[in-house]
């Protein structure tokens, strides 16, 4: 079978390859024939000022609730009664970008945000790599670009932010809320934290340096933790990314980063970038996908199998894995988020090269790559996708803006696909005959003993090709159900017992929206729901067994992983809290 | 009879601990089977066993003493080198020996699959006992595509060739020469 991904043709350096924009920004389509959830997004927009005309059409939602005067008073009640039912609107973004100022970067900003808004983003995270150049130079020289793009994309919120390399660990995104500082935390924080500009990688096992180290990386995570409540940026995140690549993030350290700063570290890649490294063809033989190509090495948590260090269904094992890592933190019952980004480095039969340095300087010099410039022909040898082309993390918000994305994501209001897999997805748990909405993702029901509770799934498949020109079809959904058993006792357990699929959907064939429902009767102890969907066309058992996960992702194949014959969904969960 | 070497030199990349291999059997022509191994003591690192002929592996040993003066070595009653770390070449050859652990960079009969290889011959022309795919069944006529670079690894008793598969008369093998490294360092 051929694979042809729409980049044989030569493209220039302006334009290259513009997808159309999202239906919800297109104008030519009007309200009446878009999908809900893309209606959904551009009411957002329109009430917060940026889709043009309509401006007057939108009544309160949306208004700032802050908003002083009497005049003011009753758009104020309006939208706290929308608030309070939580109106959510899912904006998609990418939290891990890198650009010219990382030392294996490409792209201008610029062009990293002209494509994410292209490819419908409505948030981005501009993050390069933690380094010497970039904590002198680049972190501050991103910046005019940063405000740059945001300008020139008003639709799109551009953060800045960082790849932090988490000292002893793997990297992280940080990122913070724009304002005054942001480049200044940032700057401090790089050169005080960062595992490479400390020096401060080594994680060894039992090594001399790895319990400084590993404190070094909580510290970091502390100082965000203090500045945010100082007010010194309005908000600040950290979420850990491909963390069971190289098997350098162990079960004790991120239960550590979650505990020490649980409202700065909120969670992981459930799906790393990089997913088009392994799409058959020259450079990507042997490819893992996602780059998940390595093994265990010194610096790994020794007790990781060696099926942690592939990807699942484009997945991380952290999260493809039923009952493995990510459900043990959540059977902790504290909240721990997944997240899907691009990792966008340098794209898949994108023509961009580097451009040659004038005498004399480097990166090290500069703190950055001169601009990219075409090198006349698609290069096949790259693994990314551009921001918001694959991979998406849809952050439910009440209203358009930087913290309220930064509010979402700390909520866990969070559902990640592969893809275009579906267009939009609505989870609600309540107690059933209640006229209440209950909670949705990343949301805590407390009830009482013997409640019985309906979990309501809506999902809008997707309507339109996605940008591998086809319509993805959605054949299963599945319901995972976990135990909540408390604190963990071994801060280095990366399992839990009691996960497992409990239901699956099949909704091959089905047309138009989709509503799902299950009763959960005389309900005794702490859970939560979680779910996952697929287009069924990759599975095998989970590696816990066929019995905890019939049809689970399969196992990612050196060098042979079309991203685009093998789409998943996840949500975060919903927890219930059963009264005593 | 067959012994089984240990040595430590605290390598903290397996890069470094095959060329020490490589350098220590460069003039050994009996069969040994030579493998890197990760060991806690003192702390994480990567230590190497070889089994081979007693008589080969007194060779072995002096070679590796040459090669690599900061290393110890374990072999029998013969303990030389940095006292701190026997430990990690003594919890090698265990592993060596007891065939529970142990990543295979060299064993009788891998120069015979250098390129693909129908499983029935791995089997019957190495040392290898098995290959799994880590996607279930494959084919009895499937071909592994070694690319001349295949590190099998000693699990419950057995050398065992690990792969993946999509198609499955074709194997692709688990571990690969060249992993991406993460932001050009080998982390």
Same mark, same amino acid.
């Given at each position: 079978?051929?694979?042809? +991904?729409?980049?044989?043709?030569?493209?220039d350096?302006?334009?290259?390859?513009?997808?159309?924009?999202?239906?919800?920004?297109?104008?030519?389509?009007?309200?009446?024939?878009?999908?809900?959830?893309?209606?959904?997004?551009?009411?957002?927009?329109?009430?917060?000022?940026?889709?043009?005309?309509?401006?007057?059409?939108?009544?309160?939602?949306?208004?700032?609730?802050?908003a002083?005067?009497?005049?003011?008073?009753?758009a104020?009640?309006?939208?706290?009664?929308?608030h309070d039912?939580?109106?959510?609107?899912?904006?998609?973004?990418?939290?891990h970008?890198?650009?010219?100022?990382?030392p294996?970067?490409?792209?201008?900003?610029?062009?990293?945000?002209?494509?994410?808004?292209?490819?419908?983003?409505?948030?981005?995270?501009?993050?390069? +790599?933690?380094?010497?150049?970039?904590?002198?130079?680049?972190?501050?020289?991103?910046?005019?670009?940063i405000?740059?793009?945001?300008?020139?994309?008003?639709?799109?919120?551009?953060?800045?932010?960082?790849?932090?390399?988490?000292?002893?660990?793997?990297?992280g995104?940080?990122?913070?809320?724009?304002?005054?500082?942001?480049?200044?935390?940032?700057k401090?924080?790089?050169?005080?934290?960062? =595992?490479?500009?400390?020096?401060?990688?080594?994680?060894t096992?039992? =090594?001399?340096?790895?319990?400084?180290n590993?404190?070094?990386?909580?510290?970091?995570?502390?100082?965000?933790?203090?500045?945010?409540?100082?007010?010194?940026?309005?908000?600040?995140?950290?979420?850990?990314?491909?963390?069971?690549?190289? $098997?350098?993030?162990?079960?004790?350290?991120?239960?550590?980063?979650?505990?020490?700063?649980?409202?700065?570290?909120?969670?992981?890649?459930?799906?790393?970038?990089?997913q088009?490294?392994?799409?058959?063809?020259p450079?990507h033989?042997?490819?893992?996908?996602?780059?998940?190509d390595?093994?265990?090495?010194a610096?790994?948590?020794?007790?990781?199998?060696?099926?942690?260090?592939?990807?699942?269904?484009?997945?991380?094992?952290?999260?493809?894995?039923?009952?493995?890592m990510w459900?043990?933190?959540l059977?902790?019952?504290?909240?721990?988020?997944?997240?899907?980004?691009?990792?966008?480095?340098?794209?898949?039969?994108?023509?961009?090269?580097?451009?040659?340095?004038?005498?004399g300087?480097?990166?090290?010099?500069?703190?950055?790559?001169p601009?990219?410039?075409?090198?006349?022909?698609?290069?096949?040898?790259?693994?990314?996708?551009?921001p $918001?082309?694959?991979?998406?993390?849809?952050?439910?918000?009440?209203?358009?803006?930087?913290?309220?994305?930064?509010? =979402?994501?700390?909520?866990?209001?969070?559902?990640?696909?592969?893809?275009?897999?579906?267009d $939009?997805?609505?989870?609600?748990?309540?107690?059933?005959?209640?006229?209440?909405?209950?909670?949705?993702?990343? $949301?805590?029901?407390?009830?009482?003993?013997?409640?019985?509770?309906?979990?309501?799934?809506?999902?809008?498949?997707?309507?339109?090709?996605?940008? +591998?020109?086809?319509?993805p079809?959605?054949?299963?959904?599945?319901?995972?159900?976990?135990?909540?058993?408390?604190?963990a006792?071994?801060?280095d357990?990366?399992?839990?017992?009691?996960?497992?699929?409990?239901?699956?959907?099949?909704?091959a064939?089905?047309?138009?929206?989709?509503v799902?429902?299950?009763?959960l009767?005389?309900?005794?102890?702490?859970?939560?729901?979680?779910?996952?969907g697929t287009? =069924?066309r990759r599975?095998?058992?989970?590696?816990?067994?066929?019995r905890?996960?019939?049809?689970?992702?399969?196992?990612?194949v050196?060098?042979n992983?079309?991203?685009?014959?093998?789409?998943?969904?996840?949500?975060?969960?919903?927890?219930?809290?059963v009264?005593? | 009879?067959?012994?089984?070497?240990?040595?430590?030199?605290?390598?903290?990349?397996?890069?470094?601990?095959?060329?020490?291999?490589?350098?220590?059997?460069?003039?050994?022509?009996?069969?040994?089977?030579?493998?890197?191994?990760?060991?806690?003591?003192?702390?994480?690192?990567?230590?190497?066993?070889?089994?081979?002929?007693?008589?080969?592996?007194?060779?072995?040993?002096?070679?590796?003493?040459?090669?690599?003066?900061?290393?110890?070595?374990?072999l029998?009653?013969?303990?030389?080198?940095?006292?701190?770390?026997?430990?990690?070449?003594?919890?090698a050859?265990?592993?060596?020996?007891?065939?529970?652990?142990?990543?295979?960079?060299?064993?009788?009969?891998?120069?015979?699959?250098?390129?693909?290889?129908?499983?029935?011959?791995?089997?019957?022309?190495?040392?290898?006992?098995?290959?799994?795919?880590s996607?279930?069944?494959?084919?009895?006529?499937?071909?592994?595509?070694?690319?001349g670079?295949?590190?099998?690894?000693?699990?419950?008793g057995?050398l065992?060739?690990?792969?993946?598969?999509t198609?499955?008369?074709?194997?692709?093998?688990?571990?690969?020469?060249?992993?991406?490294?993460c932001?050009?360092?080998?982390?």
């Amino acid at each position: 079978m051929a694979h042809d +991904h729409g980049h044989d043709h030569p493209h220039d350096h302006s334009h290259d390859h513009a997808p159309p924009p999202p239906e919800w920004a297109d104008p030519t389509v009007p309200d009446t024939e878009l999908s809900p959830r893309a209606l959904s997004r551009r009411t957002l927009l329109r009430n917060a000022g940026l889709m043009g005309a309509g401006a007057t059409a939108l009544g309160a939602f949306g208004a700032t609730p802050a908003a002083a005067g009497p005049a003011d008073a009753e758009a104020a009640e309006a939208y706290r009664r929308r608030h309070d039912q939580e109106r959510l609107t899912f904006l998609a973004g990418d939290h891990h970008i890198h650009t010219q100022f990382s030392p294996d970067g490409l792209y201008r900003v610029e062009d990293q945000a002209r494509h994410a808004a292209q490819y419908g983003l409505d948030w981005l995270v501009i993050t390069d +790599h933690g380094s010497n150049a970039h904590a002198k130079i680049g972190v501050e020289n991103v910046n005019p670009h940063i405000r740059a793009a945001r300008a020139a994309n008003p639709r799109t919120l551009v953060f800045q932010g960082l790849e932090w390399n988490i000292p002893a660990a793997e990297h992280g995104t940080v990122f913070v809320a724009p304002g005054a500082n942001e480049v200044s935390l940032l700057k401090q924080f790089e050169t005080g934290y960062d =595992g490479a500009v400390a020096g401060a990688t080594d994680g060894t096992p039992g =090594g001399p340096n790895t319990a400084k180290n590993e404190a070094l990386a909580v510290a970091g995570l502390r100082f965000l933790a203090e500045h945010r409540r100082a007010g010194t940026v309005a908000d600040a995140l950290m979420l850990a990314n491909h963390p069971a690549r190289k $098997g350098l993030d162990s079960p004790h350290e991120i239960r550590a980063w979650r505990d020490a700063a649980p409202e700065i570290a909120v969670g992981f890649e459930g799906a790393p970038g990089h997913q088009a490294a392994a799409i058959p063809g020259p450079g990507h033989q042997t490819n893992g996908r996602g780059y998940y190509d390595s093994g265990p090495s010194a610096q790994s948590f020794p007790a990781y199998p060696l099926a942690s260090y592939v990807t699942y269904g484009g997945f991380d094992w952290m999260t493809a894995t039923v009952g493995g890592m990510w459900d043990s933190l959540l059977a902790e019952g504290r909240p721990w988020w997944i997240s899907a980004n691009s990792d966008s480095h340098s794209v898949y039969g994108d023509d961009q090269v580097r451009g040659a340095f004038a005498p004399g300087h480097s990166f090290d010099t500069d703190g950055q790559y001169p601009d990219p410039v075409s090198g006349g022909a698609p290069v096949p040898t790259q693994g990314d996708f551009f921001p $918001g082309c694959y991979s998406r993390t849809h952050v439910g918000a009440a209203r358009y803006g930087y913290t309220d994305v930064m509010a =979402g994501l700390r909520a866990g209001r969070v559902w990640v696909d592969h893809g275009q897999l579906i267009d $939009g997805l609505d989870v609600r748990l309540a107690e059933h005959g209640r006229d209440e909405r209950g909670a949705t993702l990343g $949301g805590f029901l407390r009830v009482r003993r013997g409640a019985r509770l309906r979990l309501t799934v809506t999902i809008d498949p997707a309507r339109r090709p996605n940008y +591998h020109g086809e319509v993805p079809k959605l054949t299963r959904v599945d319901v995972i159900r976990g135990e909540v058993t408390g604190p963990a006792a071994d801060r280095d357990t990366f399992a839990t017992p009691d996960t497992r699929v409990a239901t699956s959907f099949d909704v091959a064939g089905r047309r138009g929206r989709i509503v799902l429902n299950i009763d959960l009767r005389d309900v005794s102890r702490p859970f939560y729901l979680r779910l996952r969907g697929t287009d =069924g066309r990759r599975s095998q058992p989970g590696l816990l067994g066929a019995r905890v996960d019939p049809h689970g992702p399969a196992a990612d194949v050196r060098g042979n992983a079309d991203p685009w014959q093998d789409l998943w969904f996840y949500s975060n969960p919903i927890f219930v809290d059963v009264r005593r | 009879m067959t012994a089984v070497l240990g040595a430590s030199a605290l390598h903290a990349r397996a890069a470094d601990a095959e060329r020490l291999l490589r350098e220590a059997l460069g003039a050994v022509r009996a069969p040994v089977t030579a493998c890197t191994h990760l060991v806690d003591t003192p702390w994480r690192h990567e230590a190497v066993s070889v089994s081979g002929d007693p008589a080969t592996l007194a060779v072995v040993a002096d070679a590796i003493r040459r090669a690599e003066p900061a290393a110890a070595v374990v072999l029998g009653d013969r303990e030389e080198g940095p006292v701190d770390r026997r430990a990690g070449a003594r919890e090698a050859a265990t592993a060596h020996h007891e065939r529970t652990g142990g990543r295979a960079v060299h064993f009788p009969g891998i120069e015979l699959i250098g390129g693909d290889v129908a499983v029935g011959d791995v089997l019957a022309r190495t040392a290898v006992d098995r290959v799994e795919s880590s996607h279930g069944e494959f084919a009895a006529d499937a071909v592994v595509q070694t690319g001349g670079f295949v590190r099998p690894r000693y699990r419950d008793g057995e050398l065992v060739l690990l792969v993946g598969h999509t198609d499955p008369h074709r194997l692709v093998p688990w571990e690969v020469p060249n992993p991406t490294p993460c932001c050009g360092e080998d982390h």
